[in-house]
């Protein structure tokens, strides 16, 4: 397996001492079974981030670090790295470390065959959240039910960027957001197109240095806006997740009824760009 780890940074200065302490072992470890490419997508940092990853992690091999001129966003960040990524198995997380990197190694052994996305879960029943403030636990927790409600009761969390993804999803899924909304909307369009989702349990944790960079109400109003293309195509007939969804069982969303009216599409969801949303951090 040849795999590649993709890491959006925005001004993440602070947190590149802690990223390869912590990292590096796992990156080392992984190695030992694969071939390991790591890919840091500097989204336009002003304080430094860049050079202090090219420091840091000098002495790692199949280290990249690709550069936007301008903030752009995590959506546009981690289109980057799917553009410029090489391996079968990629790998999407936190520069934070809200969740581990430690976590890399578990995440990785949920991709069993059949499985095309992991999505790491903290609003799994088996999964939790550690002092991470309660209105950005409601917002996210809040997110996520009504993407259950549309898309698939099954999964529990459809907001975290720390997932694994084989190479026909990035490949084949297409996302237009630039903002946090990507994370999302690369997720629901794959289940749109037929690919089985798995969820990783785990537990989420606040970031340790630095500052938080997401504009919560723009999130909130950019989810909002999917959500109701999503319903408005629920009940326009247009579409209902492939029968190949999660694990190759019929997908049953609460409003499954609404699913079966006129034709079935299947084809993603388009969604305006807008403008691009900062990224934030220790999102669940």
Known sequence: MDLSIVIPCFNEAQNVPTMASTLTPVVAELSRTCSVELLFVDDGSTDGTGPLLVQAFAAVPNVRIVAHPTNLGLGAAQRTGFAHCTGEVVVTTDSDASYPFSMIVPLLSYLQPGVDVVTASAYHPDGGV????????????????????????????????????????????????????????????????????????????????????????????????????????????????????????TARPFLASLAYLGEVNTSPLSVDRGHAETPPDGEA
């Open 130 to 249: 550690d002092s991470v403030s309660r209105y950005r636990i409601f917002l996210s927790r809040g997110a996520s039910l009504l993407y259950r409600l549309l898309v698939d009761w099954r999964v529990h969390t459809y907001t975290c960027l720390f997932r694994a993804y084989r190479r026909a999803v990035v490949e084949q899924v297409p996302f237009e957001s630039n903002g946090f909304l990507g994370v999302t909307e690369v997720l629901v369009n794959a289940m749109l197109m037929g690919f089985s989702v798995q969820e990783y349990p785990c537990r989420v944790r606040p970031r340790q240095h630095g500052a938080s960079k997401a504009k919560i109400f723009r999130i909130v109003g950019s989810h909002l806006r999917l959500q109701g293309r999503l319903l408005w195509r629920r009940l326009a007939g247009a579409w209902r997740p492939r029968d190949a969804a999660h694990h190759g069982r």
